[in-house]
């Protein structure tokens, strides 16, 4: 599997603030980049993803930016609240349709959300 | 989106025994994956379950260590064999970009 690196390991804001969690990528091969929320002792859940062929996309206070040149997305999330305080991950896929994508991770930000 | 349900949520087991975890989808789907947490680390591909074939597996992962059956379009088994406390981790059943709530796995 293809690397995708995730940076910070860890992030504290306050709330209110902005959170901002970055990712690249090797594979230009990369068609569908997601990202995850994850709460302790739950599964992984998607949050939003994106494709190459746009650049910004944004739901509800979160944002993912694509940077196809650089290889690199960004998850904003505005207005940060303490709900959000869980670990982030984005990931990467080559997937012809829904079912048959096969995920690289990053290696995960703990958010915390300070009140 | 589909909804995925896993079973067991957790087990506690003994090492050099084996425990197969089952996931359930409410929709036929094509492919189904399987991946492993460690704790506190990210998740990594086990292996991906097609239904009529073999499964296929990513380096690190062996079919005797992680035998997968994948009977019909909507259900998947993952057995975790001979296990030791290394094995102790999260295993989360994936389809379509979604994920299972996971089955926590503690190995004695």
């Known amino acids: 599997q293809q690397q995708v690196k995730q940076s910070p390991q860890s992030l504290i804001v306050q709330k209110g603030g902005i959170s901002i969690i970055n990712c690249a990528y090797e594979n230009t091969a990369f068609d569908y980049f997601p990202w995850y929320q994850q709460f302790p002792g739950k599964g992984p859940a998607l949050l939003i993803a994106i494709r190459p062929d746009v650049s910004e996309k944004k739901e509800g206070r979160f944002t993912i930016s694509f940077n196809k040149s650089a290889k690199q997305f960004s998850l904003h999330i505005m207005d940060s609240q303490p709900g959000d305080s869980a670990t982030y991950f984005c990931?990467?896929?080559?997937?012809?349709?829904?079912?048959?994508?096969?995920?690289?991770f990053g290696s995960g930000t703990q958010l915390t959300v300070l009140p | 989106s589909a909804v995925i349900s896993q079973k067991p949520s957790r087990d506690i087991c003994q090492r050099g025994t084996s425990l197969t975890i089952q996931c359930q989808v409410d929709s036929q789907v094509t492919m189904m994956f399987w991946y492993r947490q460690q704790p506190g680390q990210s998740l990594t591909l086990i292996a991906t379950a097609n239904q009529g074939s073999e499964a296929t597996y990513e380096s690190g992962f062996v079919i005797d260590k992680f035998p997968i059956s994948r009977p019909n379009l909507t259900f998947s088994t993952l057995t975790v064999s001979n296990m030791s406390p290394e094995d102790s981790s999260i295993y989360l059943c994936?389809?379509?970009?979604?994920f299972g709530q996971g089955t926590r796995l503690t190995v004695v």
């Open positions: 994936s389809v379509d970009s979604g």
């Open positions: 990931a990467a896929s080559i997937g012809s349709s829904g079912s048959a994508r096969q995920l690289t």
